[in-house]
Nanobody, 123 residues
Framework: VQLQASGGGLVQAGGSLRLSCAAS????????MGWFRQAPGKEREFVAA????????SYADSVKGRFTISRDNAKSTVYLQMNSLKPEDTAVYYC?????????????????WGQGTQVTVSS
């Protein structure tokens, strides 16, 4: 499984960005796709996840109501729509894949990782 994240950039507070994660390889319906982020000097943290088979989602409290995770099965792509961005959302964002049916939030649960894309929110 290979994951390619894209869509990061510089945006002002209150703005929006959409991240994409293109998956290739042996992606089947029994995967959960997640987005994580890591700010300088901090540990990587869970942002959102979606179960590929039925679209069940999970979000970190810090992004609920602002971020939306979705998937396009035909394109094997997962998206993270980020609205009302705040300076504290600044981080490198990573997409990841977890083989299984449980929607999990721990980084150690995920088997495959993309290369990361930088999101910077200016105040």
């Amino acid at each position: 499984v290979q994951l390619q994240a894209s869509g990061g950039g510089l945006v002002q507070a209150g703005g929006s960005l959409r991240l994409s994660c293109a998956a290739s390889g042996r992606i089947f319906s029994n995967y959960v796709m997640g987005w994580f982020r890591q700010a300088p000097g901090k540990e990587r943290e869970f942002v959102a996840a979606i179960r590929w088979s039925d679209g069940i989602t999970s979000y970190a409290d810090s992004v609920k109501g602002r971020f939306t995770i979705s998937r396009d099965n035909a394109k094997s792509t997962v998206y993270l729509q980020m609205n009302s961005l705040k300076p504290e959302d600044t981080a490198v964002y990573y997409c990841a894949a977890d083989y299984g049916s449980l929607v999990r939030t721990r980084t150690s649960s995920y088997d495959y990782w993309g290369q990361g894309t930088q999101v910077t929110v200016s105040s």
